[in-house]
């Protein structure tokens, strides 16, 4: 599968699904994308942004990220979506590997945020992994602040902050309090807790305090996942790696009755029993 700038001046949106791609161009049409796997891409969806080439798209009716492998070995964003998102249009990242294989300042995921001022309803993120870098989520460090609501939950990530009112001084910064106060999360693992702390509380782009179920490591500990093959940046560095958890993971399991799906991407069982793993895959 190939999906290149071919398309960056058309009012067009691809759909990528079942495709295996080992290199590409840089492809910034893919608006949904189902059962992939993509090396060395970087999904892009800037619609309404200052990027020119981007700013002419037909608006999505919900937008679909799922059970698939995403990586990258240059130091850019795996997943980057700077738009604004509605409550009837929706974001979904179910069931993804989001690796970043090289080191650098650039996030692994990024959504709605450094300096993102649009406005940010139903955006979900389940059963999913990011690693190598950080996770940038729904910031409201910039005015004018928009509101910003989203869930993370049964996700494992290496790093994840949010921004709000205490990081811009500003008092009024505080529309995405849903999200530093996990309204909706549960039953995540934070490796190395959030890029300025690993300490819950004011100010803390980790959150005011855990969610339900909810671990995290630091820089100097980091929580013990155990994958069977890290070949992100912080791990072999290598790219395509192996993110099903090891025989001595510490990851959280998923409660019974609340596993949201039935089988991982790579058509492993995802028991409902309570001894499901979070993340994006099972053992």
Known sequence: MLANNLFNSQNKMVQAIGCDQQTSAVSNAIYNILACKCLE?????????SVTFLGDREAVAGQFIGWSFLSQ????????IDRPISATEGLAVIGCVIERAVSGSTAAAYINADGNTDAVENVVVQMSTVMGQRFNFLYNDAAPYAVKHGQLKF?????????SDLFSTDGTANKNWSVIHKLGWGHNAFIHGASNTAVYGVGSWLGEFPAIGEVNGSPDIPFHVAFVDDQSSTGGGAGDGDY????????PVIPAGLAPYSYDYRGTIVPNDGSAYIGALQP
């Not at 070995?73 to 980057?80: A, E, H, P, Q, R």
């Not at 494992?156 to 949010?162: A, P």
Request: charged residues 25%; proline residues 3%; without cysteine.
């Open 41 to 49: 891409v970087r999904f892009h969806d800037a619609k309404y942004s």
């Open 73 to 80: 070995t240059s130091d850019n964003n795996v997943l980057l």
């Open 155 to 163: 996700s494992v990530v290496e790093e994840i902050n949010t921004k």
């Open 244 to 251: 099903r958890p090891g025989g001595s993971t510490e990851l």
